[in-house]
Nanobody
Framework: QVQLVESGGGLVQAGGSLRLSCAPS????????MGWYRQAPGRQRELVATDTRGSTTNYAGSVKGRFTISRDNAKNTMLLQMNSLKPEDTAVYYC??????????????WGKGTLVTVSS
C-alpha cells in the first residue's frame, strides 16, 4: 500500500507560477511511475504529466513547455512546477503512483488532491 499526500495548491493570477509537491509513504519500493492528473469542474480527470523512475517524462500537450515534473530524491518527493498558468489550468490536481503495464502507466494509488485556482 502506498499513501500519497499533495501540497502546494492555491490561488494565483494568470501568468503566475505554483509548485505542487507529493510525498509518498508506505511501499514506495513498489513504485515504478508517478504522475500528476487533474480534474476541472464538470470534466473528466486527465493526465498532466508522468515520471517513470526519474528517467522518462511525459506531458499533456496543453501543459508542455509550461509545466515540469521532477523528483527531489533528497526529500523523497515528486514536484510539479507550473509556470505561465492559465485560467483553464484551474482544477483539483491529484498525485498518483503505480507501475507500467503494457507500455502505459497503471496508477493504483492516489492522493486526495489539491486545488489550483487561476484567476484571469
Amino acid at each position: 500500500q502506498v499513501q500519497l499526500v499533495e501540497s502546494g495548491g492555491g490561488l494565483v493570477q494568470a501568468g503566475g507560477s505554483l509548485r505542487l509537491s507529493c510525498a509518498p509513504s508506505g511501499r514506495i519500493f513498489s513504485i515504478n511511475v508517478m504522475g500528476w492528473y487533474r480534474q476541472a469542474p464538470g470534466r473528466q480527470r486527465e493526465l498532466v504529466a508522468t515520471d517513470t523512475r526519474g528517467s522518462t517524462t511525459n506531458y499533456a500537450g496543453s501543459v508542455k513547455g509550461r509545466f515540469t515534473i521532477s523528483r527531489d530524491n533528497a526529500k523523497n518527493t515528486m514536484l510539479l512546477q507550473m509556470n505561465s498558468l492559465k485560467p483553464e489550468d484551474t482544477a483539483v490536481y491529484y498525485c498518483a503512483a503505480g507501475s507500467i503495464r503494457g507500455g502505459s502507466p497503471d496508477m493504483d494509488s492516489w492522493g486526495k488532491g489539491t486545488l489550483v485556482t487561476v484567476s484571469s
